[in-house]
């Protein structure tokens, strides 16, 4: 009688993981098929975008001539918007737009990101809000690689096409980092396309340039970068 009961206890274990297994197959083709759609709709999305016009310029901090690249860069197309992730102080952005005598009103500061990815990691909530398709990616350089690596991975799942430009450094800009960290940050940018996708952190409070308050900052002591020659 017990080697029946064991029998029996063998072959509901055996009935419960052939039944849990096929679900698991179906899970894994549901799955498929819904990650294939996304990646056709997505290259589909992408294609299209890389034909219109930039329509954000994103600057990524590490260096003052960055911000004073996208000055000048403004002065020949002010109706763009730009998104300045984690760079120099509020004053010394607002001096350089003064000296340039470029139009302030388009441009955002973004204070969250301490990281090239989590410049992306904040910045992408901020450009799908402005409903950007091509996005002007500036940078140096010596960071070239990895921020174009991680804007391809984590804009591109967003369908938001990358153009990049380099500006030309004298020394070597704060961000510049090992290819070990450069192969995490790819691995975990990686994972971040996908959840991106339903998780949309924020980063409190975005400034406008506008708005930031000089008369304040005279009475405030501030440190811009030597190159910024302010």
């Not at 063998?10 to 990646?39: A, D, Y």
């Not at 997505?42 to 294609?47: A, D, G, K, R, S």
């Not at 990358?162 to 004298?170: D, F, G, I, L, P």
């Not at 991106?196 to 000089?214: A, E, F, G, R």
Request: with cysteine.
């Amino acid at each position: 009688m017990k080697r029946k009961v064991t029998k029996l206890n063998k072959i509901n274990r055996r009935n419960t993981l052939l039944k849990m297994w096929e679900v698991l197959q179906k899970i894994k083709i549901v799955l498929g098929v819904f990650l294939s759609i996304w990646l056709v709709f997505t290259t589909i999305t992408l294609v299209s975008a890389s034909s219109k016009p930039v329509d954000a310029f994103f600057v990524l901090g590490g260096s003052i001539r960055r911000e004073i690249f996208v000055a000048q860069l403004i002065k020949q197309h002010p109706q763009i918007k730009t998104l300045i992730s984690r760079g120099s102080p509020d004053p010394c952005i607002w001096l350089i737009f003064q000296r340039e005598v470029a139009p302030l009103a388009n441009v955002w500061l973004e204070k969250c990101a301490d990281s090239t990815f989590s410049n992306f990691y904040y910045g992408i909530p901020i450009l799908r809000r402005w409903h950007v398709h091509k996005v002007m990616l500036i940078t140096s350089g010596t960071h070239l690689t990895r921020a174009k690596w991680l804007a391809q991975i984590m804009l591109g799942a967003h369908g938001i096409w990358v153009e990049t430009e380099t500006v030309q450094e004298q020394g070597i800009p704060g961000n510049r980092e090992s290819w070990a960290k450069t192969a995490l940050d790819v691995i975990r940018s990686l994972f971040w396309a996908g959840l991106s996708q339903i998780i949309q952190p924020k980063c409190d409070p975005l400034t406008k340039l506008t708005d930031v308050d000089m008369k304040f900052w005279q009475h405030h002591s501030f440190k811009c970068e030597h190159q910024g020659n302010l």
